[in-house]
């Protein structure tokens, strides 16, 4: 008798290890490029620029992004240009956040898009310290040219790299 509830005990818990494995293969689909191709939006074509309002001498942003966060250096998230904010759902303060997906230079990154700014002609989305570092690890080139971004439908993306 012992013997079975042992057994019972032991294929319950092996049980509950699959379906927690086959949970987290199904959340890791959100990164898929099928997905998120086939939820994006029309793409807007621009430039890419870094954003940190902590930088001396920024003229530009400040502690606090447009929907009332912090500004985070370590977090996936961009500024989009005030021109675009109502394609992207408004961005305004206390707004549940929205999300892009951003393409250059072969990669692609899903961002949280919590704040919005007056960018230099021609650039279309600041992004933060650690998503830039993702196209450009050193910081070097400053600008992107030729990013993609499109808005995402939907509030359930995880910012972070894709593919």
Not at 2 to 29: D, N, P, Q, W, Y
Not at 33 to 48: C, L, N, P, Q, T
Not at 57 to 86: C, F, H, M
């Amino acid at each position: 008798m012992l013997f079975c509830s042992s057994a019972a005990i032991c294929g319950a818990v092996v049980t509950l290890a699959m379906s927690v494995t086959v949970a987290r293969s199904e959340g890791v689909a959100v990164h898929s490029s099928a997905v998120v191709s086939e939820a994006s939006g029309d793409a807007i074509v621009g430039a890419a620029s870094t954003y940190n309002p902590f930088r001396p001498g920024r003229q530009e942003g400040g502690p606090n992004t447009a929907s009332g966060e912090r500004y985070d250096p370590s977090v996936w998230a961009a500024a989009i240009k005030t021109s675009l904010r109502q394609k992207f759902g408004g961005v305004q303060f206390g707004a549940r956040p929205r999300f892009a997906l951003v393409e250059a230079l072969g990669k692609k990154i899903i961002v949280k898009i919590n704040d919005v700014g007056p960018l230099t002609p021609g650039r279309i989305i600041d992004l933060n310290e650690r998503a830039m570092r993702h196209f450009d690890p050193s910081l070097e080139r400053g600008i992107i040219p030729d990013v993609k971004v499109r808005p995402l439908a939907g509030d359930y993306w995880i910012p972070g790299p894709v593919g």
